[in-house]
C-alpha cells in the first residue's frame, strides 16, 4: 500500500471538502459496527465501502 504524504493528504482533504457529495457526518459506533461485520483485508476497502454505502441510490453524478 502507498502512504500519502502530508501534502497529499491536506490536498485530499481539500478535494473531499469541496466535494458536491454530501454525506452526514458518521456515527462512532455505527462505523465500528460496521467495520466488524465486513471483515475485509484492507482497511481501505472498509473505509471506501463504507463510503459507498453512504451515498443515497438515487443520488445522480453530474
Not at 471506501?48 to 443515497?56: G, I, N, T
Amino acid at each position: 500500500m502507498t502512504r500519502l504524504s502530508h501534502t497529499d493528504l491536506e490536498l485530499l482533504l481539500t478535494a473531499i471538502a469541496a466535494s458536491e457529495i454530501v454525506v452526514p457526518a458518521p456515527n462512532a459506533r455505527d462505523f465500528a459496527d460496521w467495520c466488524d461485520r465486513q471483515r475485509p483485508a484492507e482497511i481501505d476497502t472498509v473505509i471506501l465501502d463504507w463510503l459507498r454505502a453512504q451515498v443515497p441510490q438515487a443520488a445522480t453524478l453530474s
